[in-house]
């Protein structure tokens, strides 16, 4: 069976569900711009594999996710994330079928944290937010996430603040905008994703203590299509 017609049968993959993709961002931080390239792959039993990679200089990072597709859910496997250069970090969430301990790997210690019910970790929570968005017309006004970080298992809650047109490297787009709501006012945290895009995030802004750190997808193709030529099933 070739790889295209894998990934038309991969569960979860058709009308309402996640097909593979290829991004690339630029993000800039601190007067610094680095590209980011995203990849979704999707296998015909529905195992995923989401990858985020960039570098600037000695500087690099690395996130892999895997999970599986079942049912219109994101059920995840793992999570890794390392930094490396001038500040090497390295991140890990480990999901067990049928246990109710997640082990998490926060600054070089192990921890064990309660799975309260489909937790996610950071990158998979993006996904089943497409995916939710997929499957429901019109657009969810709030989308409430549980998500395993570092030592904690955060609620993540988004709330759709509207509607905005962005213009992109590809052109101009349609996009919702929705906002993390925080108990705070000191960090923003926003994210525009594009229906005609499957959803796809086109950009987030993050502000903290007076930083912004910005995103912006400046190419993109969805099941081997270039996003100016794809058709949204």
């Not at 985020?52 to 999970?67: D, K, N, Q, T, Y």
């Not at 489909?118 to 968005?133: A, F, I, V």
């Amino acid at each position: 069976m070739s790889a295209v017609a894998q990934q038309e049968s991969a569960p979860g993959t058709g009308k309402t569900g996640l097909k593979p993709y290829s991004t690339v961002y630029k993000t800039t931080a601190r007067g610094l711009s680095i590209k980011l390239r995203r990849d979704l792959t999707i296998d015909a039993e529905g195992h995923c594999r989401l990858t985020s990679e960039g570098s600037l200089l000695v500087v690099g990072l690395s996130e892999v996710s895997r999970f599986s597709l079942t049912e219109g859910r994101v059920e995840p496997h793992s999570y890794i994330y390392q930094g490396t250069g001038l500040i090497s970090r390295r991140r890990e969430v480990h999901f067990t079928s049928g246990s109710s301990v997640i082990r998490s790997l926060y600054k070089d210690e192990w921890y064990a944290l309660p799975d309260v019910g489909h937790t996610l970790d950071r990158m998979s929570q993006q996904e089943q937010m497409r995916l939710n968005l997929l499957s429901q017309d019109p657009a969810p006004e709030e989308m409430v996430f549980t998500v395993a970080d570092g030592r904690k298992v955060k609620d993540y809650t988004l709330a759709l603040i509207g509607e905005e047109r962005l213009q992109t490297p590809m052109g101009e787009v349609d996009t919702l905008l929705y906002e993390r709501q925080r108990d705070t006012d000191e960090r923003l945290s926003q994210l525009w994703v594009a229906p005609d895009w499957d959803y796809l995030v086109v950009k987030t802004l993050h502000i903290e203590e007076g930083k912004t750190i910005e995103a912006n997808l400046i190419s993109a193709e969805i099941d081997g299509v270039p996003v100016t030529q794809y058709v949204a099933s």
